[in-house]
Each structure stands twice: as C-alpha cells, then as structure tokens.
C-alpha cells in the first residue's frame, strides 16, 4: 500500500519566515494530494491540494509544489504569522480507492514572535 | 457546503465498557464516509471507510466495528473498550458532487479510556 512519510515533525520559525515541509510517497499511482492544519483539539481542516497533472498551486501566502519523478511534495508558507502555528498533514490519494487518504505523520509548526 | 457533527465532544469510559460514537453529515448526499483514530501527538489512521448505506470496509483488525444504517449517518462502536482504543476519532467525509477529491473531517470525539 502507500506510505507517506513527512519531515520535520517538529518547526520553529520566526514570525515573518518562511516555513517548508517535505513529503514522500510510495505509489507512482497516486494522484492527489491535500494538506491539512489542525489546531489543538480540532479537526483537521484542508488548506490546499494539488493533483498529479500540476506542478504548483499557490493560494496566497501557500504554496504546494509537486515532483511525480521523484514522487515528492512539499508545502511553502511565506510570511508566516503566529496564528499559522498548528500541526500540519500531508496525505496521498491512490486512484479509485474510494478517495482513501494515506496521511504522514504530522509536522507541528510552531511561530514565534 | 457540508458540515459534519461529531458526538459526544468527550468522553471517559472505563475498560470492558461498551462505546458508541455518532456522525451525521449536512449538506450532501450519498458521500463516501470515514472513520480516523488520531493517538496523541500522532498521525492520522483510516479505521473504516463507506461508500453506501450498509457498505462497510474495514483496513485495520481491531476492538471496533462501524455501521452505517442511514445515508448521511454512520458510527463507530465496541462492546468492550480496551486501554488502547484512547484516542481522538475523526469523522470525515468524501461528498459525492464534489468534483476533486477533498474530505472534510469533524470536530472530533476526545475518548479516555480509564
């Protein structure tokens, strides 16, 4: 099956940095991968996704890269913010799959003022 | 757009009692349907997933069990809760018109198992 494996699990970043974190998938099948935040004691809530057929999508101070060859992807937040502190997922999407999501392990983000 | 409604919140159970966690999903129909366990300070693991009214799958061998006996309903239960069932249960869902692949999770269900 897919395996998703994420880095750093822990990022500290002064405010107005830019923060990155880096995905790595197993299944060259994959098509479509989401990021999520989640703050303490919520659920996780989609902030950007992007599809196999793309190689970046920016939604303003987000970016998600994509690398099919070296099936690898990546989130850029620029201008970091204290309230962009949360615990941030990657996941990956195997086509036909009932939509199931193979998510990595987190990375907790942590903005400092 | 959807909501999904999670309860109870919290909830504290001693060991070898019953559980019975509740999701009802607004604003769409016929949505693929999911059920995550999120140990503390871990990631996210896919418990059980629908596709319909009854269809169930399940990817891991454990103490649960899920039913989904109306469209927009579905949930997860155990007869006897075990120390190791603690955990934050996220409800998601996939809607059926949407036309990417997003789901959508709940607020989440904090359970204790003492």
């Known amino acids: 099956g897919e395996n998703v494996e994420q880095h750093p699990s822990t990022l500290s970043v002064q405010e107005g940095d830019s923060a990155v974190i880096k995905c790595t998938y197993s299944?060259?099948?994959?098509?479509?991968f989401p990021w999520y935040k989640q703050e303490l004691g919520k659920g996780p809530q989609l902030i950007i996704d992007?599809?196999?057929?793309?190689g970046e999508k920016k939604d303003q101070r987000i970016a998600v890269t994509l690398n099919k060859t070296a099936k690898h992807f990546s989130l850029h937040i620029t201008e970091t913010q204290p309230e962009d502190s949360a615990v941030y997922f990657c996941?990956?999407?195997?086509?036909?799959?009932?939509?199931?999501?193979?998510f990595g392990t987190g990375t907790r983000l942590q903005v400092t003022l | 757009s959807q909501t999904i409604h999670q309860w109870p919140a919290t909830l504290v159970q001693p060991v070898g009692s019953p559980l019975s966690l509740e999701c009802t999903v607004e604003?769409?129909?016929?949505?693929?349907l999911y059920w995550y366990r999120q140990a503390a300070g871990r990631g996210l693991q896919l418990l059980f997933y629908?596709?319909?009214?009854?269809?169930i799958s399940s990817e891991v061998p454990q103490n649960l069990s899920a039913s989904r006996p109306q469209d927009r309903q579905f949930i997860l239960s155990s007869k006897k809760l075990l120390l190791s069932d603690s955990g934050f249960y996220l409800c998601?869902?996939?809607?059926?018109?949407?036309?990417?692949?997003?789901?959508?999770f709940g607020p989440g269900t904090r359970l204790l198992v003492l």
């Open positions: 996941a990956a999407r195997k086509g036909n799959t009932a939509s199931k999501l193979t």
């Open positions: 299944d060259s099948a994959s098509n479509y």
């Open positions: 992007i599809r196999s057929n793309v």
């Open positions: 604003g769409t129909s016929n949505p693929n």
């Open positions: 629908s596709v319909g009214i009854g269809q």
């Open positions: 998601a869902c996939k809607p059926l018109t949407s036309t990417g692949e997003t789901q959508y």
